[in-house]
């Protein structure tokens, strides 16, 4: 039998003893040589790609340059943003409805919204897109009146809608039932003693909705809309099947005519990559906006931490000793 | 004596299968203090937010300086208001919850202007100088652009006391105040309501601060299992209670 407190274990390190010198230890950091392998071999990968995007003269940069600006793009573009701005608001909106239509204690309300967001979650949007365009089959006039009774006023369905109409509500309809679970989600993520002292205080009904459990609701909403409209406005490009102009559509076109596939669809996509980043950075701020009162402390903006960096590294440079290290959280972290 | 201003009268009150008041009776005299003790379950919480409809009761009927709440009455029959209309009758109650609930999103100043410029529609510059002599009165006169998280517990509880006063209530309801707070914490938010019990407001504080109900209330209620046991003075009902729960209980807090 051993006892447990006045023999060491066997291999165990012997005592620490005081350093030789007063002022402490060194520390040797541990060698990562398999990170740094790793790192070495992607680079070398990245440096391959990058010299191939640059000297392969499949990718024909100066087709590129020469398209990236030209007038049928640029509206292509436009065409592109209009509809997701269209889908997205309009989206949103019936959404919203939809969700606090399913948040009711009305059962009709409530499966009337479950059956919609069922429904269209379940069709494609391309088939849904088509069926559409195809509206004047199904319905040749639409008019107003009583249901089932006489009709006071009605219009040919295709004058009415168009093309681009029909491609909008397509989108919305689509966009509607998604966003009426995004928005739900949020609503469900406010403490339900908010809406219950909101109620205490009396403040009407709409008011509780619209100033206390909305803008506490975009919290959690804003994430996954943000990837919601992303989504959306490339989703917007399978539109070309009803030949509307928008980018993706603009640039077959183009390369139909002219045989320049991989340039073109380069434009495209570096367009889309463009419009992305402008949504990424606005939602960045949208966020921020409705964290106020949830930090004590709000984060700094991109551009703060930009300036902060480039005075900190003057600061650093200025003074004569070791440069000190700018405190910097990464940008993806918000806390 | 003074006007009856809450007057709860053989209220029963069930979630499901579980019977949580069984036929409560209380009157609340205007300008008095009545505090509410009783075990955890034994339904004084359910009594309170049955008093401003938070919870609408089953059987019985509350009013409140002689208005009924939640139903018109005509002749024999008791017609339910629409939300709209309970909603106008909550800005004549106050209502303090354990856990504050402060708009978390709104500053201090916010809060304590939402409901009097949306529920009773007065001016906003009008309403902000009250929200002011308010947090004045609670002592966080400098704190009305702060969010509720910059706060300490004991801070956002008093804010959350100035908000229910903003709409100049007839009465105050206290759920358990002090019991989100740390110890140290609740002795600010008690001084706060003991200085609205000098000025005279109507109040009923269900709490577990037995010296509080002692040095402040004009009344205590003894609740046990849905029921009112035992009420009167202070030093009746804690000092020689009449009813064995009761000594039992106090045995337990005291």
Known sequence: MS???DQAPPGAAAPVADPPDKAGYTVVPTRHYARWAAAFAVLVLVAQF??????????EWEVFAAYFFSDTIVQAVWVTLQLTAYATVLGFLLGTLLAFMRLSRSPVLQTVAWTYIWIFRSIPMIVQLVFWFN???????????????PVFWSVDSNSLIGTIGAAVIGLTLHQAAYAAEIVRGGVLAVDSGQSEAAAALGIPRLRQIRRIVLPQAMRAILPTAGNEIIGLLKGTSVVYVMAIGELFYQVQVI???????IPLLLVATAWYVVLT??????????ERHYARGA?????????????RLVLGMRAAAARPGPPTPVPLKPFGDRR | MSEVMVDVHGVHKSFGPLHVLRGVDLRVRAGEVTVILGPSGSGKSTLLRTINHLEKVNRGWISID????GYRRAGDKLYELKEKEVLKQRTHIGFVFQNFNLFPHLTVLENLVEAPVSALRRPRREAEDTARRLLDRVGLADKAGAYPR??????????AIARALAVSPKVLLFDEPTSALDPELVGEVLDVIKDLARSGTTMVVVTHEIGFAREVADTVVFMDDGLIVEQGPPAAVLDAPQHERTRAFLSKVL
């Open chain 1, 3 to 5: 006892s447990l407190t």
């Open chain 1, 277 to 286: 980043s402008l949504l990424s950075l606005a939602q960045y701020y949208v």
């Open chain 2, 150 to 159: 910059q706060l300490s517990g004991g801070q956002q509880q008093r804010v």
């Open chain 1, 255 to 261: 390369y139909g005519r002219n045989g320049r596939v």
């Open chain 1, 295 to 307: 930090d004590r402390t709000p984060p700094p903006t991109p551009l703060q931490r930009v300036r």
């Open chain 1, 135 to 149: 509206l004047s089959a199904l319905y040749e006039q639409l008019g107003v009146g009583i249901p089932f009774g």
């Open chain 2, 66 to 69: 002689g208005e009924l709440i």
């Open chain 1, 50 to 59: 990058t010299h191939g995007l640059a000297t392969n003269p499949v990718w």
